[in-house]
């Protein structure tokens, strides 16, 4: 029961904030086009009442120079259970040329379609920041999110993600993650009820041949998840051709 309790608070509820689940990435600004991807993520979150694990896998292309689109399946895995979470199509806008300012900005909007019909449509959308000096790289994301054509009322939820990379080489860099739900846009919880996740993290990027890479991320990630310690391990791999 615990783990089925668990499992429901992380996918998320409407008279509570919305969690994000354990395969949670931060979103880049920058669009390459022409660029066409095969992305995998996976994740898993341990937790005091239970285990949480959830993956996708999603096709995306640059269709132009300022607009990159993926289409995603995903899937989560709770009380020894695997089963198809949701359908999610990612549109994320590069509104200003890389480099050129002190803050390159992107726009994300995200449309998904759970399984369960009675949670609706969730569409996630905000700004996506990138700053760098010299060998570091600063990210920070402020999002929103609500589900609409829910059997049940809910309310837009504020989520943040940041990151920070310092690049050895381009095969390798370190640095931190961390993300978090704050409550409503206009009314955030208490600081102790608030969803707060960081750690350690690694990247890097293998150039396979002309226009192929792999590129890599993973994180481990410690925090604090409705009143609950929680330790999350998660992974990206990229493909790009």
Known sequence: MKKILVAALLAGSFTAPAYSGPAEYVYMPKVEYGEREIDIKYGSRKMNGGDLSAASIGLGFGLTEYWFSEVYVKYNRANDTTSLDAYEWENKFQLTEIGKYPIDVGMLFEVERPQDRTEGYEVTFGPLLQTEFDKLQLNANLLFKRNYRADSANTMQTKYQVQAKYRLKKEFAFGMQGFGELGDYNHWLPASEQSHRFG?????????????????????????????????????????F
């Open 200 to 240: 350690p993290a690694i990247f890097g990027k293998f150039v396979i041949g002309n226009r192929q890479a792999i590129k890599y991320n993973t994180a481990y990630l410690v925090g604090k998840t409705l009143n609950t310690d929680s330790k999350t391990l998660r992974l990206q791999l990229e493909y790009e």
